[in-house]
């Protein structure tokens, strides 16, 4: 699985949730985190399935998703042990988790592989 195919999804979460905070409790910090933090990686995930389209690699895509994936779920997961609320920083610290370790795995294997060519 390429790495656009879950970045591009993560961001538009991301960015839901930020309007999702500040619709329902006002909070400017919601949606300049998540609004913020979902542009960095929809824009992460399009430059990535750029390369992709010319058979290449985007390393600054893919540490660029990793590094804010590792910053959330940094981020959220204390504030989810402080305050124990799963809601929303439980699940972005759940999901960013997973992200992290889907990027490192990527990181590892060497970025998107590409087909090979069938005649």
């Known amino acids: ?3 656009f195919c879950f970045t591009i999804p993560y961001g538009l979460i991301l960015v839901a949730g930020g309007v999702i905070g500040y619709w329902r409790k006002g909070s400017t910090a919601s949606l300049a985190g998540g609004v913020g933090t979902g542009f960095v990686l929809i824009l992460a995930g ?5 390369a992709f389209e010319k058979k290449k690699n ?3 895509a893919l540490i660029l998703e990793t590094v804010t994936a590792a910053v959330l779920t940094w981020i959220m997961g204390q504030r989810y042990y ?5 809601m929303p920083a439980g699940i972005v ?3 960013s988790v997973l992200m992290t370790g ?4 990527k990181i590892a294997t060497g970025g998107n592989h590409f ?5």
């Open 1 to 3: 699985m390429h790495d």
């Open 46 to 50: 399009y430059l990535s399935f750029k």
């Open 58 to 60: 985007s390393y600054f």
């Open 82 to 86: 402080q305050t124990s609320k799963v």
């Open 93 to 95: 610290a759940g999901i």
């Open 102 to 105: 889907f990027y490192l795995y």
């Open 115 to 119: 087909p090979a060519k069938t005649e």
